[in-house]
């Protein structure tokens, strides 16, 4: 990873259940043993600090975003303002910053589309998709 980056990876999910449980108590755990150096909101996001600031830090401090792609994620305005600082820094950077897991079979808007995504929806499939996502923050 670039150093320059505090994150390797920031988690923008759908902050209900069944995304939320499934990230904090699954993903997240898996990608820190994996000595992925994930953002989440609920451990790095400081009290106190406005909403849409600690969102654009994390997208910032973060070599990729991962959007956690499901329904509920795509009614989400604070998941899309966090897709889409993540889009216009990769544009600005000329890098691919962005990244997306589906989580939960839903269709996307067009701009989500045209991205290559990883599936996550079967959990008995789970630990081959996290073996390949691990691989891609790690190249």
């Not at 390797?8 to 992925?36: G, N």
């Not at 994930?38 to 991962?66: H, K, N, Q, W």
Request: negative net charge; aromatic residues 10%.
């Amino acid at each position: 990873m670039a150093n320059h980056f505090h994150y390797d990876v920031f988690l923008s999910y759908r902050q209900r259940d069944p995304d939320k449980t499934w990230v904090q108590q699954k993903l997240f755990p898996r990608l820190e043993a994996e000595v992925i150096r994930a953002c989440i909101d609920t451990r790095d996001f400081r009290l106190g600090e406005p909403l849409i600031a600690a969102m654009a830090r994390a997208v910032e401090t973060s070599r990729y975003t991962l959007m956690v792609l499901t329904p509920a994620y795509l009614t989400s305005n604070f998941t899309e303002f966090e897709n889409l600082l993540a889009e216009h820094l990769g544009l600005e950077q000329h890098e691919r910053r962005l990244l997306a897991v589906m989580r939960e079979k839903c269709d996307p808007p067009l701009r989500m589309r045209f991205r290559l995504w990883l599936d996550m929806s079967d959990d008995a499939q789970f630990d081959v998709a996290l073996a390949r996502l691990v691989q891609e923050l790690r190249a």
